[in-house]
């Protein structure tokens, strides 16, 4: 069998034991590539002299020693293009690694290309990348989800073992479900920022797409903890996660919040999520009906307060210093409308006048402050529900991927997309996707477990356990 | 309370943008249609929201230098440049 | 009464100061003018794709302590937010700054009488020592420098990220000279506490000024013009001038004054339009995400209170109090502190603490030493107070020791004895010139006796005449009594 359909787990053990060489693995993903990118088109940029010859030097004795791993582009790697898929940063090469790239190089990881994504991260379809779409490597006529698309069909469609990716309000989760594969968003502050291109600061983390949740915490173990170039992230220890893996639901309370069960989602979502709450009632887990009453409010909240912020992280995007400039312009003005007029794309363009609105003379308070405080509210609201339970199980995506090109007229659909994924962001919390089931017409569908802040131990464990009693991650997508 | 009119134009020029005829229309609508739903905000009673608590570390930085990037590799991402100086059409206050 | 005196100006400042730290407000990048353009960046202060700022404690720690000596509150939790606004020289095209929770709210700088302009030191309004009240202090980054060429513009990011502070006062200052003095006072006190070196020309501090004026006796403002491009404290003072009398002209024309921005032309010595101000800035300002709060009361403001200095009001107390100089002494000490320091241990192992500040304020200061490199040892200067009001020698003396002294630094007792200026004081050898005196002159002996006491005084003459003017004066009296006495 190809090395390419191998866990993280399994390929490092036979890595250590000298049975294969990171090359190997190299070469039969490339191999993959060859016969499958060609449809799906995860990969923005891939050098495969440069992955090989990473490969020939790897280390094994280190914890990700050889192991390959997809890049989404919008994390600084020195010496390489880092597009955001966005015309706006081209000619752009990065003059320092992210602080997530240089924590893999110490692992050892070999770092194997960068994927498409939805432009500055903003979508949730990779329809809004500048560099062409990202297909479903299970239907390609329907998308991958977003924002990060690429990195997501990259696992999904085994031409990735993992994949890096960031999720602002569920572009980790909601391809990984769409796509088949694990995702997880870290607590915010859990993995250092410095070097992700900023889409919404105070949303934003960077986090593993993998295969297996036993994988989503070998690279999680590789990422987190306290970096002295990002301000926001918490100053506790290193951990490494599931090192013991208890197998067991046994006993665990799992908080079922009735506002993620809502009329019109997908019925076989809801059927496969309802199975899986099961599941964990029929192997000991207790079920508690929770309530997360500003649900409703979460998606006003998240576009006023991500739109405002972007507004200002993408405000650096002029032409002045990098990328891309607009030929001859008269004045200063004339360079910065052009440039930004020219270089970024609708749905780009679309959330800056928002964001710059929301926060305009005049109109700040009814829209910024008021949603800083529901924010506050939707946070209360996650605590209060953690009183009872040690984690909630939800639906990641009401429903799952559909056809290219049917939501992108209709930005405000499109953005309801994110309902069961963006409150986590707003609140801090971690949360992991992993599959729970398909369709009839063989479409993944995802089950999101939701943790305390810095609790991802217990989910890695809840979803490690489930993931034991299924073999939805093994089953592999068509041809 | 309807959604506010909101200038396209006028707020795509604080962010300086541009925006073509087609755009503004269609920016119009769309967001119109977006700041309707944000308008559901305007119901929910927020007054004794507790503010967000600071943590009681300071993550604060040390006043030690780190080394700067090379002036090649500052220059060599720039757009125009002369003189190592980075280069803009004149600025005029 | 003149036309002038029926109105009255009202001053704002913003006072923008550089604070001095070794490395940038929130990179690592060396803090520092002149070096090689483009060559202290990074990420962060390039505004790069993906970096992020990290808050420079020490700079937080020198505003606070700015805050401190200039009686403001601090905030137990501070806030940085994002000001929104395009300019090539800001690389992120936003700011970071702080809007709602500044570092340090209120306090006050008072008005030091001898930082008015020189001719006015003496006036009412200099001795009021009025306290111009703050509205606030808060720490910001820096911008770039622009350089301009015929047909575009290059810039240098070196200055881009680095610490400044801006204090901001209430519209408390009514005269250019009060402008003067509020700037003078307030750079001492920022030397002082070694937060920046405040050189206007050298743009470590730079001033935004906001003026109007109103009838005398009205409440209401009138309306405020900006001026912009001030280099110098004296810069100002003579913008204020032309523009209060510019507006005054205007208003007694019953013209209004326009809401603008004012270009300040030193050399043309006159105010220009820069631009209206009908379209205001919209800024945007919200939190900074990527930054948390800042807590200052956790170890932050006790360190800054830590280093507290002596604040010039208090300096200038105890020199009067305790080294009896004049208040002028007290000021001049005050706005040098390296001399002062030069001074206090002059004056330290001496009781003629008011004389040494004679000899180092007129005659010392007056060869334009540097007091921290000087070969004259600050102790010498007590010693030669010492020799004049011990009555070793005499002023005229004390001139030529002190000429000696600056030439070739020594002891002035060792200058005294090299130079023979040493006073006879031996009772025998001055009994000797005494008894010669009253040889030579009988006449004044018997004017003396007679009962004129002046007549004395030509024979203490004779003395010194003999004794080349080493006798001491003081104990010829003595002898020359005693003998006459007799």
């Not at chain 1, 995702?183 to 295969?211: C, E, H, M, N, W």
């Not at chain 1, 924010?375 to 909630?392: H, P, T, V």
Request: aromatic share 6%.
């Amino acid at each position: 069998m190809s090395l390419a359909h191998e866990s993280i787990a399994s390929l490092r053990r036979r890595l250590a034991s000298k049975e294969i060489h990171s090359r190997d693995i190299v070469r039969d993903l490339l191999q993959q590539i060859d016969a499958r990118e060609k449809t799906i088109h995860a990969y923005t940029h891939l050098d495969r002299e440069a992955a090989l010859a990473a490969a020939d030097k790897a280390n094994s004795s280190l914890p990700l020693g050889g192991i390959p791993i997809a890049i989404k582009d919008n994390l600084n790697v020195l010496g390489d293009p880092c597009t955001c898929a966005s015309k706006i940063l081209e000619g752009y090469k990065a003059p320092y690694d992210a602080t997530a790239i240089a924590r893999l190089r110490q692992a050892g990881a070999v770092l194997l290309g960068r994927t498409n994504m939805d432009e500055f991260a903003m979508g949730s379809s990779t329809e809004n990348s500048a560099l062409g779409i990202t297909r479903n490597p299970w239907d390609s006529s329907r998308i991958p989800g977003g924002s990060s698309g690429g990195s997501a069909a990259a696992v999904g469609g085994r031409i990735a073992l993992a994949a890096l990716g960031s999720d602002t309000g569920g572009s980790i989760r909601q391809p990984a479900a769409l796509c088949g594969c694990v995702g997880l968003k870290p607590t915010y502050g859990r993995i250092s920022r410095y070097g992700l291109v900023a889409f919404a600061s105070s949303l934003d983390q960077i986090g593993p797409l993998t295969r297996t949740v036993e994988d989503s915490a070998i690279l999680l173990s590789a990422l987190a903890g306290h970096d002295p170039h990002d301000n926001t992230t918490d100053l506790r220890k290193p951990e490494t996660f599931l090192t013991e893996k208890s197998g067991s639901v046994k006993g665990l309370r799992v908080g079922i919040p009735k506002e993620y069960f809502i009329p019109g989602m997908d019925a076989e979502t809801e059927a496969a999520v309802r199975q899986s709450a099961d599941w964990f009632k029929k192997n000991g887990a207790t079920l508690v009906d929770v309530s997360l009453p500003h649900t409703p409010s979460a998606i006003a909240v998240y576009y006023i307060l991500a739109t405002a912020e972007a507004s200002a992280n993408l405000a650096r995007f002029d032409g002045v210093r990098y990328g891309r400039r607009a030929a001859d312009p008269r004045d200063v003005l004339d360079l910065y409308h052009r440039t930004r007029s020219e270089g970024f794309g609708p749905e780009v363009k679309r959330r800056i006048i928002l964001g710059t609105f929301v926060l305009s003379a005049g109109y700040t308070d009814a829209y910024y402050r008021k949603a800083q405080k529901v924010r506050g509210m939707i946070r209360q609201d996650f605590e209060k529900a953690f009183a009872s339970c040690d984690l909630l199980l939800t639906p990641t995506s009401p429903e799952p991927a559909f056809k290219l090109g049917e939501r992108t007229q209709d930005p405000l659909k499109m953005y309801l997309a994110d309902v069961f994924t963006i409150s986590v962001n707003l609140a801090g919390n971690p949360a992991i996707s992993l599959p729970c089931g398909f369709t009839k017409s063989n479409l993944p569908i995802g089950l999101q477990l939701i943790g305390p802040r810095f609790g991802e131990e217990k989910i890695l464990q809840a979803a490690h356990a489930y993931e034991q009693g299924h073999d939805w991650h093994q089953r592999l997508p068509p041809a | 309370m309807s959604a506010p009119q909101i200038n396209v134009s006028d707020v795509a020029s604080l962010a300086r943008l541009t925006l073509t005829p087609e755009e503004t229309a269609k920016f119009s609508s769309q967001i119109g249609q977006i700041l309707s739903h944000m308008d559901s905000l305007k119901q929910i009673e927020t007054g004794n929201v507790p503010e967000v608590t600071p943590p009681a570390q300071p993550n604060l930085r040390k006043d030690e230098p780190t080394p700067s990037l090379s002036l090649q590799s500052v220059l060599s991402n720039a757009p125009a440049q002369a003189n190592d100086l980075i280069v803009v059409p004149k600025i005029v206050e | 009464m003149s036309s002038s005196s029926k109105w009255e100006a009202v001053i704002g400042l913003e006072v923008h100061v550089q604070v001095r730290t070794r490395t940038k407000m929130f990179c690592g990048c060396v803090n520092q003018y002149g070096d090689p353009q483009n060559t202290h960046l990074c990420p962060v202060c390039l505004g790069l794709p993906g970096s992020l700022p990290v808050p420079n404690e020490e700079a937080i720690r020198k505003t606070i302590l700015t805050g401190l000596m200039l009686g403001c509150q601090i905030a137990p939790v501070a806030r940085f937010d994002r000001k929104n606004y395009f300019y090539p020289d800001m690389p992120k095209n936003y700011q970071i700054s702080q809007y709602d929770d500044p570092l340090c709210a209120g306090g006050g700088v008072t008005l030091d009488p001898f930082l008015f302009p020189k001719e006015i030191q003496e006036s009412d309004e200099a001795k009021a020592g009025r306290k111009i009240r703050l509205v606030r202090i808060h720490l910001e980054e820096d911008v770039a420098k622009s350089f301009h060429f015929e047909d575009r513009s290059g810039i240098d990011f070196n200055r881009a990220g680095t610490p400044l502070m801006e204090i901001v006062s209430e519209a408390d200052l009514r005269s250019p000279g009060e402008a003067f003095s509020f700037l003078g006072s307030l750079r001492q006190i920022l030397l002082a506490g070694n937060v920046s070196d405040a050189d206007m020309e050298k743009g470590q501090m730079r001033c935004d000024v906001n003026v109007s004026v109103r009838p005398v006796g009205q409440k209401e403002y009138g309306t405020k013009v900006e001026l912009k491009n001030l280099n110098s404290i004296s810069g100002v003072r003579r913008a204020l001038t032309y523009e209060i009398a510019r507006q005054i002209a205007a208003c007694e024309k019953g013209e209004a004054i326009a809401h603008e921005t004012r270009r300040w032309d030193d050399e043309a010595g006159a105010t220009f339009t820069m631009r209206t101000k009908e379209k205001a800035h919209d800024y945007r300002y919200f939190p900074e995400p990527d930054l948390l709060p800042v807590r200052t009361d956790q170890g932050l403001a006790d360190s800054a209170r830590k280093l507290v200095p002596e604040l010039p009001s208090e300096l200038q107390t105890r020199l009067a109090r305790d080294f009896g100089v004049t208040p002028y002494q007290a000021s001049v000490l005050t706005s040098d502190r390296i001399l002062c320091g030069y001074y206090e241990k002059a004056a330290a192992g001496t009781p003629n603490k008011a004389l040494v500040a004679n000899w180092i304020l007129n005659d010392f200061l007056s060869t334009q030493p540097d007091p921290s490199t000087t070969p004259v040892r600050p102790e010498f200067f007590g010693e030669l107070a010492d020799l004049v009001a011990g009555g070793a020698i005499n002023s005229a003396q004390a001139k030529k020791v002190f000429t000696e002294l600056m030439a070739s630094p020594t002891s002035p007792r060792e200058i005294v004895k090299k130079l023979g200026l040493e006073q006879i004081s031996d009772s025998s050898a001055l009994s000797a010139y005494c008894d010669e005196a009253i040889a030579a002159n009988p006449r004044s002996v018997e004017d003396y006796k007679a009962g004129k006491m002046n007549a004395i005084n030509a024979l203490k003459g004779f003395v010194m005449k003999k004794s080349q003017g080493k006798a001491n004066p003081a104990q010829v009296d003595e002898i020359l009594r005693s003998k006459l006495s007799a």
